[in-house]
């Protein structure tokens, strides 16, 4: 894997807005409700808070009850499960996205955060949470060695995630998603619980479907083949199913307030980050 990409990526950093792991102490500062280093702010009490952190101070003074919010430090986990499976085999898919796995993770390495690397397929094949240089050329290592194969069963894999980690951390999926669309949905709602950030990888031909006559599909998960004539109305009716797709999963991230981002195997990393660093929800440099 040629790594150069890596040296364009040190002017972001990794900064999430909304919830975050408690169980490690890292470089983060974040806004939590409950005890802290220093007091930032206050809101109004809600349902289920604990009622020891209600500041009767301001209570006897206003006669409501508000709660004090503090400034902690907490460490980030970045999870980042990268599809393996035969589909992303298909014009340098898989490599794209491991590229783009090891931008994250180097990006974690920057911030001194713990980061895991993650294959799914069929099933899970969960990565240990480490942090450091030597992490990331182990995992490296690992994805240059990884051939893609096999199906694949998101929803089965994000219900193997959740059921693995219990504190809220980053998650990033790469995929090419081409599944199921409630399979698809089920897994964001699985994992809307953490700040996710869904990147879609597709091939340019996947993209565009920039074929035409007679052409022989192949599916790489299951090998059953396909001859057809790809004409006009073929390619329209591909794009309008592609869009609903990928409108679908928009529409879901937007539900839960995750990232979805799609990328085609040509556009080059650097500029797959800086849009990623620009419209993320979750992420801000």
Not at 130 to 152: A, C, F, N, W
Not at 155 to 169: G, N, P
Request: with cysteine; proline share 2%; charged share 30%.
């Amino acid at each position: 894997m040629d790594t150069e990409f890596l040296k364009e990526l040190e002017r972001f950093a990794l900064l999430v807005k909304k919830r975050v792991s408690t169980a490690y102490t890292g470089s983060r500062r974040s806004v939590r409700f409950g005890h802290g280093i220093s007091p930032v702010g206050y809101r109004e009490y809600r349902k289920g808070d604990d009622f020891k952190l209600v500041d009767w101070k301001v209570y006897g003074r206003t006669e409501k009850l508000f709660i004090k919010e503090h400034e902690e430090q907490r460490s980030l986990v970045v999870h980042i499960l990268l599809d393996s499976s035969a589909s992303m085999g298909y014009s340098r898919k898989f490599e794209f996205g491991a590229k783009l796995a090891i931008g994250f993770a180097y990006l974690a390495v920057q911030e001194n955060e713990k980061f895991s690397i993650s294959l799914f397929g069929d099933n899970l094949h969960p990565g240990e949470p480490m942090r450091g240089r030597g992490h990331l050329l182990d995992s490296i290592d690992v994805l240059d060695g990884t051939l893609p194969q096999g199906k694949t069963n998101i929803k089965r894999a994000s219900d193997q995630f959740d059921r693995l980690i219990s504190s809220t951390s980053l998650v990033v999926v790469i995929s090419d998603f081409l599944d199921r669309p409630e399979d698809v949905a089920s897994s964001i709602y699985r994992l809307s619980g953490h700040d996710l950030i869904l990147v879609r990888v597709l091939s340019p031909e996947e993209a565009e479907l920039d074929l035409a006559g007679d052409v022989k599909f192949v599916d790489l998960e299951s090998g059953k083949d396909l001859i057809t004539r790809v004409s006009q109305k073929l390619r329209d009716d591909y794009a309008t199913k592609l869009e609903g797709h990928t409108r679908g999963i928009a529409s879901t991230c937007n539900l839960v307030q995750a990232d979805f981002f799609s990328f085609r195997t040509d556009v080059p990393l650097f500029d797959a980050f800086f849009e990623i660093n620009e419209r993320s929800k979750v992420w801000r440099a």
